[in-house]
């Protein structure tokens, strides 16, 4: 049995229309669909872009990189963007090595992401 993938939002007064979650512990087949579940539910009508704080992730497999991509379709259907940090080194080297990481806004700290976000047109 797997340890549950847990999460945590953080709230920033600054970016209304962003979802900030922290992830910590494992992510894979048998907690993925779980946690798609839980995000979805915190992804409200009015969150256009959703980070995602990677630095307590100790593991994600397939699966969870596939939650990754559904996430990202949603928030590309509200024209938004999905930003994962603080991302493991190992995790940073799959992205690459398979290519995703053109699919996402990858950020070394969950602070350089929320500056870019800030600095998008359209932000109040």
């Not at 053109?102 to 932000?123: E, I, K, N, S, Y």
């Amino acid at each position: 049995m797997t340890a549950a993938v847990q999460l945590t939002p953080h709230p920033d007064g600054t970016l209304p229309d962003t979802l900030i979650v922290a992830l910590s512990g494992e992510l894979d087949y048998d907690n993925a669909e779980v946690l798609r579940a839980q995000i979805l539910v915190l992804l409200t009508g009015e969150h256009r872009c959703l980070v995602l704080d990677l630095a307590e992730l100790a593991f994600c497999d397939s699966t969870g990189i596939r939650i990754f991509l559904a996430l990202r379709a949603l928030i590309d259907e509200r024209g938004g963007v999905i930003a994962l940090t603080d991302l493991h080194p190992r995790l940073v080297r799959a992205f690459q090595m398979t290519g995703l990481v053109r699919f996402f806004a990858v950020h070394p700290t969950r602070a350089d992401a929320l500056a870019v976000l800030r600095g998008r047109p359209g932000v109040v």
